[in-house]
């Protein structure tokens, strides 16, 4: 199962594109800001799913340009989407947030560039809430259903781990500082 598919999927059930057309639709919509997904997977992604007879891909030679194949879904494709849609809403897995491996290791390096850090992180975090918050303004108006659904998720998920990052400082404080 793939979420980049899913994304793809559904991103040409609205129109016709090649990969970079749907690179660039992704780079528009910040899609990258709310879902895992990068260029060289789009690209190799749409190569895959025309292989395996998902889309129709009809290549093009304009003047003076390379050849681009223009993808767009098919019957088997649609197929896809719904079971994919099917697969990813009735089996959640954990999620693993990748700074986590940062806090498992944190005792391992000294006190003072440990706290550095995670000030750091705590930064990247509260600038991440500024960016949701003003998205979430947009999403009243302008975005799609899920796009607004998902900025809402994620600003209710990054005030709680701004929250949670400003009482690891001190938490950190406290035990690195018994260990001294």
């Known amino acids: ?6 994304i793809i999927l ?4 609205e129109a016709p594109m090649n990969a ?3 690179t660039h639709y992704i780079s528009e919509k910040q899609i990258r800001r709310l879902l895992k997904i990068s260029d060289p997977a789009v690209y ?4 895959r799913m025309h292989q395996n007879g998902y889309l ?3 290549t093009i030679k304009e003047s003076g340009l390379p050849e681009k194949t223009i993808y767009s879904i098919n019957a088997k494709g649609k197929k896809r989407l719904v079971e994919l849609m099917e697969h990813y809403s009735s089996n959640f ?3 693993f ?4 491996t940062f806090i498992w290791n944190l005792e391992k390096i000294e006190k003072k560039q440990a706290l550095r850090m995670l000030h750091d992180l705590t930064e990247e975090l509260k600038n991440m809430k500024g960016w949701i918050v003003e998205h979430e303004r947009e999403a009243q108006s302008s975005i799609s259903f899920p796009a607004k659904m998902i900025v809402k998720q994620y600003s209710m998920l990054i005030s709680t781990l701004v ?3 400003e009482e690891l400082i001190p938490e950190y404080k406290k035990i690195a500082g018994a260990k001294e």
């Open 20 to 22: 970079y057309e749907v």
């Open 1 to 6: 199962m793939s979420t980049v598919d899913l």
């Open 93 to 95: 897995v954990p999620f």
């Open 44 to 47: 190799k992604s749409c190569k």
């Open 10 to 13: 559904g991103i040409l059930s």
């Open 97 to 100: 947030i990748e700074f986590n």
């Open 163 to 165: 929250t949670w990052s």
């Open 56 to 58: 129709r891909g009809k």
